[in-house]
């Protein structure tokens, strides 16, 4: 029995430890996935500018980096991104802190507040910060100071718009670190800061990197809050990529400017694979409910304090501001606007897109839940080249012009085999594509968190690899799971860059009913676009405030 014993143990152990066809297994679906959806229409997109006459002209690519006026683009689209990573951290860790340390009175209430902003469609973040710092603003009116003519207004407006990926992302594993082993460290001397900085903070770096390599991808490929509060000062190269396509239809340029950012962003993504790869380790979880506290002294309730100050002045009010302008009809009347088919913007009423937001949305979920899923297990052990690129496949939609991808899925989906360009699978899948990197990022800390000697232990007493994913991981990460599927409906209702090219007009979503608003003139189309804003914001708070009230013991958030 020993010997049978000694046999089986070292086999199973060297079989967990192996990629193999279970791994193999796990990356066909989501390759594939990425490969229709995303490759096949961005290099579509790519081969109808660069190629002419069946011969590609690379030669293109000196000719539009020689162009003084796209190197400003590239200069400019780098350094805000980075200084928008930056800002965004140092405002928003304090928050993930409080969320994950203290308990207090309306907590999960705020943080569905916290996540709204993420989803609203950039068009819309950028004229609540218009209302606000431009002209005729709160600024403007209070204190005759205007922002919008500057770089800060961006910068504010990023922060507003990716403050829930810090506060979700690291505050969640925040949530579940053990504190006694923070407390062992200062029983033997260390001061609350060296304690901090050994033991809490090389345990985050995971958590950290992960939520700044999202902000910076967002950020790097911002467009709506550009192109509104940027006017013609500033321009980012998704902004550019929109211009030279829809504006003066010069594929040829948009191509270059493509591939260069998909170019930016695989290097991005290869050094945080090797980064964050060197620094994973398995970490103690406890449940997160054991480790929320009231605040303790002045100086933890005046971290509060701040803390809520800065949620009410930077995330509260410009919402506040779009609710009151919806309201500023009388009896409601940019709501019961939205029922009527008057505007002549659309074949159907306004306040359709709700539906088709939603029925969008949910589809989108569960493709993203599907795919991130079956992803996030094929990484969970760490081996070779191939994973690690598989890796930073994942997280490139994030960073790859959306533009870019709309366009690609009207030229390459209208033929069979995949004639899809009439079909409503189309809006799904391309809001899936946003959705699967924040499915991988919140599943994949917790996934690799978990000791492997379960698995081990799980395989040696002769379970198949399906069953040790759901008698021991699932478990584990079922509140995870069910944070990722929110964040990928969340994500789906609010977008917009790829959208907007392949809705119909008889089945438009929010976002793209509030774009299509705002760019008309008058009171009435502007006041519509607020109301349906503001549903936007109510449908998703109550989607987080619902996903918010779902408790499992030892489970984390992310």
């Known amino acids: 029995m020993d010997l049978t014993r000694t046999e089986v143990t070292p086999r199973a152990r060297r079989k967990s430890r192996r990629p193999g066809a279970a791994r193999l297994g796990l990356m066909a679906l989501p390759v594939a996935f990425f490969g229709v959806f995303f490759a096949y229409p961005v290099a579509a997109i790519v081969a109808r500018g660069l190629k002419v006459d069946g011969i590609w002209q690379f030669g293109r690519i000196g000719d539009v980096l020689a162009q003084s006026d796209i190197r400003h683009v590239l200069w400019f689209t780098t350094w805000q991104a980075l200084a928008s990573t930056a800002l965004t951290l140092l405002i928003a860790l304090p928050g993930a802190y409080v969320f994950a340390r203290f308990d207090f009175r309306g907590k999960q209430v705020l943080r569905a507040v916290v996540t709204v902003p993420f989803v609203l469609p950039t068009v819309v973040v950028g004229t609540a910060f218009l209302a606000l710092v431009g002209r005729g603003g ?170 809520l100050a800065t949620i009410a002045v930077l ?163 079922r509140r995870a799971l069910l944070v990722a599927a929110g964040f990928a409906f969340a994500v789906s209702l609010g977008e917009f860059g790829a959208t907007v090219f392949i809705a119909r007009p008889d089945n438009p979503t929010l976002p793209v009913a509030v774009a299509r608003l705002l760019g008309r003139a008058g009171d009435l189309n502007y006041g519509q676009a607020m109301a349906l804003s503001t549903i936007l914001m109510v449908v998703c708070a109550v989607a987080l405030l619902l996903l918010e009230r779902v408790r499992t013991d030892r489970t984390g958030e992310f």
């Open 138 to 307: 709160l600024l403007d009116e209070l204190w005759g100071v205007r922002l919008d003519t500057t770089v800060w207004a961006i910068l504010l407006a990023h922060v507003f718009f990716n403050y829930a990926v810090v506060v979700r992302t690291v505050g969640g594993l925040w949530s579940q670190l053990d504190p006694r082993q923070e407390e062992a460290a200062r029983m033997l001397g260390a001061s609350r800061f060296a304690a901090w900085r050994k033991v809490t903070l090389p345990a985050l770096s995971p958590a950290v990197a992960a939520a700044a390599l999202m902000v910076f991808l967002f950020t790097f490929t911002s467009f709506g809050v550009v192109q509104i509060l940027g006017g013609p000062t500033f321009s980012t190269l998704e902004v550019e990529i929109y211009r030279q396509t829809s504006e003066i239809f010069d594929l040829s340029t948009a191509a270059v400017l493509t591939i260069i950012q998909f170019v930016a962003v695989g290097a991005i993504l290869a050094v945080h694979a090797w980064t964050v790869r060197r620094r994973e380790t398995a970490l103690r979880l406890v449940a997160p409910e054991t480790t929320a506290r009231r605040p303790r002294g002045a100086g933890q309730w005046a971290l509060l304090a701040g803390v």
């Open 315 to 477: 995330l509260v009010l410009p919402l506040a501001v779009l609710v009151q302008r919806s309201l500023d009809a009388p009896d409601f009347g940019y709501y019961r606007a939205l029922t009527t088919d008057d505007s002549g913007i659309f074949l159907v009423p306004p306040i359709e897109a709700i539906g088709n937001s939603l029925e969008y949305a949910l589809a989108a979920t569960a493709i993203a839940v599907l795919i991130g899923g079956l992803a996030a297990a094929a990484l969970t052990r760490r081996a070779g080249r191939l994973v690690r690129g598989f890796d930073a496949l994942l997280m490139l939609p994030l960073g790859v012009s959306a533009v870019t991808v709309g366009f690609g899925f009207l030229i390459a989906l209208d033929e069979p085999p995949l004639n899809l360009r009439s079909s409503w699978i189309l809006v799904p899948l391309a809001q899936a594509l946003v959705g699967v990197p924040f499915v991988v990022r919140t599943m994949l800390p917790v996934l690799r968190a978990v000791d492997g000697r379960l698995r081990e232990a799980a395989a040696v007493l002769g379970a198949s690899p399906w069953r040790v994913w759901r008698e021991v991981d699932l478990p584990m990460v």
